[in-house]
């Protein structure tokens, strides 16, 4: 193939939009849904892209981009002529272990100098100066040094991820994954979620950075050729992309475990992160159960083990608590499977038998949404009038007859408004149950239900949330909350 050249100019910016493909989730095991992915390069062309900065060679060979060194230039890059928010990238990179390069998002470049200020300093920007995170591409083996999927704020405060330089515990880490996940001399696989104020990187499937910062939240992207100075052991390293696509984020959950730049100026945050078990812990312990629940390609999963209550890992609760709130938890139930989202959850209280006992073992008390397989587990016909079916408040108000589960194996969406006693249950944006904790319906359910001899019974002014271990596999993802003021 004939190689086709770009000048500093740039060309025409013109994009080519794909249809609609499925897109892979944490490290790309699994799909998470569908999005529109726009590829960025045509495999032909620089159609779309414009060079700044330094003056190394760009041009298209064997459907890669190939970006190659030149003496006595600074910093090039060559940028996407569209700006980007919200968005998954990824993208493929054979790199000569003689370069350092990069690929730049959420970047700027200005023809005039501008100051930011940050951590009360002021950090001026000359004209011209490409500048924004960059997605490092690392592959010094011989200086142990491989922080490849790292992030570095080009142009401005220097490393993001890892934080604290090669001699520091997380830069040695990153360097020791990196040594065994990088591939020198071969095509090397890098995602980016960069969704509201989170950026998250992986190499070759592998997790790599993770971090929150909101200094940037929109920009280009850039593919980096590193200046070498006047070194001419360097002089025309090649660094090499294809396959480089986007997908921009444009709807809440589009992209689990995340929030967008509108959800996050709306008041939500994530009550998981969807890696770690930050913010939750045991109902009866301070930590995390050592059994009984996994996390897994960004969900977090109950365990089955036999249908028991409680008798594995247990419940898991947050570690704060909320008194006035809106909550959305995306929920998968198994076949025959028995779960729930507790709220206003009061762990230091007993739990209870059917008969409304003191029971040796079991789930914490408090207010429940139900997550019940209505058509194959068998509480769904005990109780009363269906108040322990999907979406009810167990054992004591039914959720409406009308609601419209999707089907078991699929993903449905959990939403619990609490406002002072102002209670909702929602379920895929449909409201199937609103209740009063004040009134008399409500304290005649509790007077019949299982829960009739604990004292004050679902009226505490706050608790913590719950997901509930009932022996039955059970997948979680998405768990947001947003903190309301009390309107009663």
Known sequence: MADVTI??????RRLLICGICWILAVGGLCAFGEGR???????????????????????????AIVGQTVLDTAN???????????????????????LNSGVQIRSQCFDHPTQVQWQGRTISIPAGRVHGYQVEIDPDVPRGRMWTAGIYDEGRRGWLFPADGEQ??????????????????????VRVEAIGYRIRTWLNGT????????????????????????????????????????????????????????EIQAGWRLLWDGVSTKGWRSARAEGFPEKGWQIEDGVLKVLGSGGAEAA?????????????????????LTPGANSGI??????????????????????????????????????????RDGNRTLGSLYDLLPASSSKKPNP??????????????????????????EYDRASGQFAQAVAQSKFRNIPGFGRWQDGHILLQEHGDEVWFRNIKIRILENSQ
């Not at 100075?229 to 090649?238: E, H, I, M, P, V």
């Not at 609760?317 to 809106?326: A, C, G, P, Q």
């Not at 762990?347 to 429940?368: C, H, M, Q, R």
């Open 207 to 262: 997790p790599c950075a993770d971090i929150e910062d909101s200094m940037t939240t929109r920009g280009f992207i850039a593919l980096q050729v590193h200046s070498i100075g006047n070194d001419r052991s360097k002089l025309g390293a090649q660094v090499k992309w294809r396959n480089i696509k986007i997908m921009e984020v444009t709807e809440p959950g589009q992209v689990p475990n995340s929030l967008t730049l509108g």
């Open 312 to 332: 594995a890992g247990g419940d898991i609760i947050t570690v704060d608590r909320y008194s006035n709130f809106e909550l959305l938890v995306d929920f998968r």
């Open 37 to 63: 992915w726009q590829d960025l390069f045509d495999g032909k062309s620089l159609d779309g892209w414009v060079q700044r900065g330094g003056k190394a060679e760009y041009r298209v060979a064997d459907g």
């Open 342 to 383: 507790k709220y206003m959850v009061q762990p230091n209280l007993d739990p209870v038998t059917g008969t409304g006992v003191k029971a040796a073992t079991g789930s914490a008390i408090g207010l429940e949404f139900q997550l019940l397989d209505d058509q194959l587990h068998p509480d769904a016909k005990l109780g």
């Open 408 to 433: 078991i194996g699929q993903w449905n969406t959990a939403r619990i408004l609490v406002k002072g006693d102002h209670v909702e249950h929602w379920l895929n944006g449909q409201k199937i149950l």
């Open 76 to 98: 090039s890059f060559l940028c996407t002529g569209k700006e980007y928010g919200d968005f998954v990238l990824e993208f493929e990179f054979l790199v000569d272990q003689r």
């Open 7 to 12: 000048d500093s100019i740039g060309t025409s």
């Open 168 to 189: 520091g515990q997380q830069g040695k880490a990153f360097s020791q994954q990196g040594m065994k996940i990088f591939r020198p001399n071969q095509w090397n696989h």
